[in-house]
């Protein structure tokens, strides 16, 4: 079997957007008068937007209503935009450019994965939105991650079987995410975190694509 695309997530695989997550979402819970630790972000990481709120409003045992939750959202989601207004290529993390220069030579396509609704904003502040072949809509698909949905819209955008794609992600949720759409997960960060990742490399510095070839290989044909 081949590799036809690799599929990456966007936050903590390409760029660290999770410090600017952080610090608007602490407002939020500060305001809600919930304490909000790096912990609790840890928890949060690959989650989207809306289940994120009900994270924090769970640990508070608070009671929104409807309206109020659109307006916190909304709120949460304009300072995180004030945050990344700066965000330039310089925010690209090592390691990235050279990863995409290898699978374009290798004629494999390059898709992106994100829970964000801000994705595409940020891709283009980051000068590598032209390289990706298809950029996935997390505000089309049904379900979020750990649902295999935005993977597999990808895939299918991209033109290419599912079995035949490689996703790339730092989140739990994330790496279940790939599974459940029968791709082969590649986890950056963590070891004892991405336990269910088939490989783990600490960052995408270390993204050695010849043991992602290896490893996929031996896997197909077991
Ligand atoms: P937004 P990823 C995820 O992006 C982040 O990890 C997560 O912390 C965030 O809540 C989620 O996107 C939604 O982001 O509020 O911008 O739509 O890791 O899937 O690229
Ligand atoms: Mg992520």
New binding site residues.
Partial sequence: MKIDAVIF?????LTD??EF?FIAWRAIAHKLGVEFSKEDNEA??????ED?LKYILAKGKITVNASEFEELLKE??NH?LTLINDINPSHLFDGVLHCFSILKKANIKIGL???????SLVINKLGIDSLFDFVGD?AAVAHS?PAPDIFLSVAQGLNVAPHNCIGVE??VA?VTAIQSAKMFAVGIGERHVLTQAELVFPTMSEFDFNAVLATFSSRSTT
């Avoid at 997530?9 to 695989?13: I, K, M, S």
């Avoid at 949060?44 to 937007?49: A, I, P, S």
């Avoid at 994965?113 to 994705?119: D, G």
């Fill in positions: 997530d966007l936050d903590g695989v957007t999770a997550h949060l990481k690959g989650v989207d937007r994120s949460k989601n995180y994965a994100s829970a964000s609704k801000n994705a997390a991650k730092d989140a994330g």
